[in-house]
């Protein structure tokens, strides 16, 4: 079965642009997690989707990022009037019910210029 | 304030050799402990996990010992192979019940096995 994935694989914009980065996850999965890594960093949890419960948004780092999961399948990760502190490695990782191990895409390299 | 720690940035091995990959974590809340492996331009790809009620945890050539009392976990490859090369992340997460949570991850340690 396919995996996570995740478009772009690369974006480059201007600062002061909006982005939309996208995440498919495993059919079936419905838990998913929007995470970035910035250079020299671990990752940093941005957002969690359960079901039709209300996100954990607590990751977040202002309100120019927000995320929805439409269906409660596909979800876009939305970066308003990017910064380059903005620039980094967006990952989605989706899990099964009942489970632990997330399962990660390729991630998103997006670079504010 | 880093809740997980792994403090080497990076580790040499020799072919053939035992890589030992540390991690330290502050939150006393942490229950399940995962390690994951990243090659470059991929993301991270499961490799082994540990649930507080235990103390050690094996799967082939990669073994998981976790220390509660010191808030310490290990990730043991014997014998380290080129292939193993790549970033590998500490994580953890709080509420062992089933219920997904979100993962608390480390900066990650570059190992290069030698050949």
């Known amino acids: 079965g396919a995996g996570v994935s995740q478009s772009p694989s690369n974006k480059v914009t201007e600062k002061g642009k909006d982005v939309e980065l996208r995440c498919d996850p495993i059919?079936?999965?419905?838990?998913l997690y929007w995470y970035r890594q910035s250079l020299g960093q671990g990752l940093e949890f941005l957002i969690y989707?359960?079901?039709?419960?209300?996100?954990?948004k607590s990751g977040l780092p202002s309100d120019r990022f927000s995320a929805e999961r439409t269906g409660g399948s596909v979800s876009t990760l939305t970066i308003q009037r990017t910064q380059q502190e903005d620039s980094a490695v967006y990952l989605c990782?989706?899990?099964?019910?009942?489970?632990?191990?997330?399962?990660f895409g390729p991630g998103t390299r997006l670079l504010v210029l | 304030d880093q809740q997980v720690k792994q403090n080497s940035p990076s580790l040499s091995v020799q072919e053939g050799r035992i890589s030992i990959l540390n991690c330290d974590y502050t939150?006393?809340?942490?229950?399940?402990f995962l390690w994951y492996k990243k090659y470059p331009a991929e993301g991270p790809t499961f490799l082994i996990s540990?649930?507080?009620?235990?103390d050690k945890n094996e799967d082939g050539r990669f073994t998981v010992f976790l220390n509660k009392s010191a808030k310490h976990l290990s990730l043991h490859i014997v014998p380290s192979q080129p292939g193993d090369s790549a970033v590998y992340f500490c994580?953890?997460?709080?509420?062992?019940?089933?219920?997904?949570?979100?993962?608390?991850f480390g900066k990650g340690i570059t190992l290069s096995v030698r050949p």
């Open positions: 990782a989706s899990i099964a019910t009942g489970r632990q191990t997330q399962y």
């Open positions: 059919s079936g999965h419905t838990a």
């Open positions: 989707f359960q079901g039709n419960s209300a996100p954990d």
């Open positions: 939150n006393s809340m942490f229950d399940y």
């Open positions: 540990i649930s507080s009620i235990k």
């Open positions: 994580a953890a997460s709080a509420g062992n019940t089933g219920a997904n949570s979100k993962l608390t």
